[in-house]
Nanobody, 123 residues
Framework: QVQLVESGGGSVQAGGSLRLSCAVAEDISLRYSFAWFRQAPGKEYEGVAG???????SYADSVKGRFTISKGIAKNTLYLQMNSLKPEDTAMYYC?????????????????WGQGTQVTVSS
């Protein structure tokens, strides 16, 4: 099971930016597709952005144009650049990995998850 460790969360005011990082314990270009999910208190997991091993990217409608998912040059780090943050983006954010090619954002397809990093956006 691939190991994932998120970092970069914090507290910002609305309109601000944060960049989340996910360190992966192996070269992520080989066998996995990845995604960022978030979960607000009392709500279900929401897929935010995903990227396949051949770099096909998908975004939730709620973040299109504001968030960008990418892989690091070293191919063992996943990023989520979050701009124009809104209070409704407040949640715990998780990095997750799915074996093989998968371009969707269904949490059930992702078997490996990090511990999460908290993002809080104040108005």
């Amino acid at each position: 099971q691939v190991q994932l460790v998120e970092s970069g969360g914090g507290s910002v005011q609305a309109g601000g930016s944060l960049r989340l990082s996910c360190a992966v314990a192996e070269d992520i270009s080989l066998r996995y597709s990845f995604a960022w999910f978030r979960q607000a208190p009392g709500k279900e997991y929401e897929g935010v952005a995903g990227i396949t091993y051949d770099d096909i990217i998908s975004y939730a409608d709620s973040v299109k144009g504001r968030f960008t998912i990418s892989k690091g040059i070293a191919k063992n780090t996943l990023y989520l650049q979050m701009n124009s943050l809104k209070p409704e983006d407040t949640a715990m954010y998780y990095c997750a990995a799915a074996p093989g090619w998968y371009a969707g954002l269904s949490p059930r397809r992702f078997g490996a998850w990090g511990q999460g990093t908290q993002v809080t956006v104040s108005s």
